[in-house]
């Protein structure tokens, strides 16, 4: 894990939400970056996320994205390398934090837009974040489009 990162530097000193904030907000620094692009003729290299966001995970954590059960650090890097690139509406995300007896609960509503388009989508996110020593890993997480 970086050093520099809120998941290792925070502390229970500060609000729920504004740990919740900022656990959310390095995670999806990370996630939201370009792809990468191939060089001519070659074909498109796997998208870097997982790999940067595969050790906030913890080893036994959880994802459920879009309906599809992923178990365990391996499986989870599996899928953020195939999920689409997106733009988030990140100064206008809703964000809500609640104490667990282990860590925090943290929901997330927002919109984006998939590479390429302009029409946002509404999207849910709940992760829930427990202490690893003097850090916070990812022990759950739900993430959903919303279609009405």
């Known amino acids: 894990r970086n050093p520099q990162s809120p ?12 740990i919740g904030k900022q656990l959310v907000q390095y995670y999806y620094s990370i996630y939201d970056q370009p792809a990468p692009v191939p060089a001519p003729g070659q074909p498109t290299p796997p998208h870097p996320r997982g ?3 595969a050790g906030l995970y913890k080893p036994d954590a959880l994802l459920d994205y879009e309906g599809t059960r992923c178990v365990g650090a391996a499986q989870i890097r599996a899928k953020l390398d195939e999920a689409p690139t997106v733009q988030r509406d990140t100064p206008n995300l809703s964000f809500d934090a609640q104490p667990t007896p282990s860590g925090l ?3 997330v509503l927002g919109r984006l837009a998939l590479e390429g388009q302009t029409n946002p989508i509404t999207f849910s996110e709940v992760f829930h974040f427990v202490q690893a020593g003097p850090s916070w890993a990812i022990s759950n997480q739900i993430f959903k489009c919303v279609f009405c």
């Open 7 to 18: 998941f290792r530097k925070l502390t229970m000193a500060t609000s729920h939400l504004d």
């Open 51 to 53: 790999a940067g966001l």
């Open 105 to 107: 609960l943290v929901t």
